[in-house]
């Protein structure tokens, strides 16, 4: 079974500066996705950006990026130039692939808050 | 153009009743899935469909009946309702997009309030 670890339980950051959310996650699947999901307080699940386990270029997404080490099953998610609108509780996600028709293992979620 | 949409947003009701979600989905995606929130914010999987196909349930209590009438659609159905289901529960749905890349989206999920 895949787990799914943040230690973040709560993060805060001024306004403009940059932040990194860390999740690290055990696996023995060789294909798997990983992806950062966002969660403000009107509580939709976005998706603000995913990695392919067997691409190694990390992956961006305008402001957001990511650090994936996969040896070390690391998956850290950068913010940069952090906006008010960034605040939200943000989960880290694992998505094996093949025959598990990619139910997703969510960590437990970090606070994020941006202070003006 | 709502991609995954869930009806209805909040629902409130007394123990023992029986209550339906339901949930639609429009990006052409084989595979819906049914996750729990709870109090503590942990997401945790109940269900899958693939076309229309149950292929995961996660120890899920009896009386949580899913039904997938077509692959654009998964409802959830639960019986005798528990003050332990209050919870918000999401629908996602997900497939290939056209680039190729795996994807999974959220409806925008249903506070559950059982009192």
Known sequence: AQT???SQPEMSVQEAETVTLSCTYDTSESNYYLFWYKQPPSRQMILVIRQE??????????????????????????ISDSQLGDTAMYFCAFSAGGTSYGKLTFGQGTILTVHP | DTAVSQTPKYLVTQMGNDKSIKCEQNLGHDTMYWYKQDSKKFLKIMFS??????????TVPNRFSPKSPDKAHLNLHINSLELGDSAVYFCASAGTSGSGTYEQYFGPGTRLTVT
Request: charged share 25%.
């Open chain 2, 49 to 58: 469909y693939n076309n229309k196909e149950l292929i995961i349930n996660e």
């Open chain 1, 53 to 78: 386990a067997y691409k190694q270029q990390n992956a961006t997404e305008n402001r957001f990026s990511v650090n994936f080490q996969k040896a070390a099953k690391s998956f850290s998610l950068k």
């Open chain 1, 4 to 6: 799914v670890t943040q």
